[in-house]
């Protein structure tokens, strides 16, 4: 167990509705990252959060956004839900250097399983 | 765009050793390479971590040439609980965190 913990476990949705996913940090961690994965691929980058700002966005549309909050939980939103979304959201905390590098040592999440119909 | 290769698929059979190979050509400078085992059905659970040379823990080691455009990792003595999808995971300029495709190994008894 590595005491990030994620919220709902399944979620079924619509094409078009909106989808709000959350991630509770490993205590000490000061930073999340969300990743999306389809099934038989490996984990896309979504985007990172380090006290409370954005630090870094791969290549997913304006309609996927986040959130950091003081105690360094974390919820990522999806709008306008397509089929293409459905897949495995996974959240990662860790803790970023003061040395300004990442550490990449991140601690996964069980993820939550998004099936848009 | 860079890109981060492995091996689809490896086949072992419990006790060999195995060894995973990661290409990543455009890794940054500062950043760490880590690989990463993932079971169906749950997060990625981290393995080992390294910047350059070998690094060895108690499940693993793991190998960085002096160019950092490469890794391999090392499982010793597989069983058959290490069937698993293995990934690395990179800084990339650019592209912040790039997971390999993974490596499905299957170890057979």
């Known amino acids: 167990e590595t005491g990030v913990t994620q919220s709902p476990t399944h979620l079924i949705k619509t094409r078009g509705q909106q989808v709000t996913l959350r991630c509770s940090s490993q205590s000490g961690h000061n930073t999340v990252s969300w990743y999306q994965q389809a099934l038989g691929q490996g984990p896309q980058f979504i985007f990172q959060?380090?006290?409370?700002?954005?630090?870094g966005r791969g290549n997913f549309p304006p309609r996927f956004s986040g959130l950091q909050f003081p105690n360094y939980s974390s919820e990522l939103n999806v709008n306008a839900l397509e089929l293409d979304d459905s897949a495995l959201y996974l959240c990662a905390s860790s803790l970023l250097g003061t040395s300004g590098s990442s550490y990449n040592e991140q601690f996964f999440g069980p993820g939550t399983r998004l099936t848009v119909l | 765009l860079a890109k981060t290769t492995q091996p689809i698929s490896m086949d072992s059979y419990e006790g060999q050793e195995v060894n995973i190979t990661c290409s990543h050509n455009?890794?940054?400078?500062?950043?760490?390479i880590t690989w990463y085992q993932q079971f169906p059905s749950q997060g990625p659970r981290f393995i080992i971590q390294g910047y350059k040379t070998k690094v060895t823990n108690e499940v693993a080691s793991l190998f960085i040439p002096a160019d950092r455009k490469s890794s391999t990792l090392s499982l010793p003595r597989v069983s058959l609980s290490d069937t698993a999808v293995y990934y690395c995971?990179?800084?990339?300029?650019?592209?912040?965190?790039?997971f390999g495709p993974g490596t499905r190994l299957s170890v057979l008894p």
């Open positions: 959060y380090y006290r409370e700002e954005e630090n």
């Open positions: 995971l990179v800084v990339v300029y650019g592209q912040n965190f790039v």
């Open positions: 455009n890794i940054a400078t500062n950043d760490y």
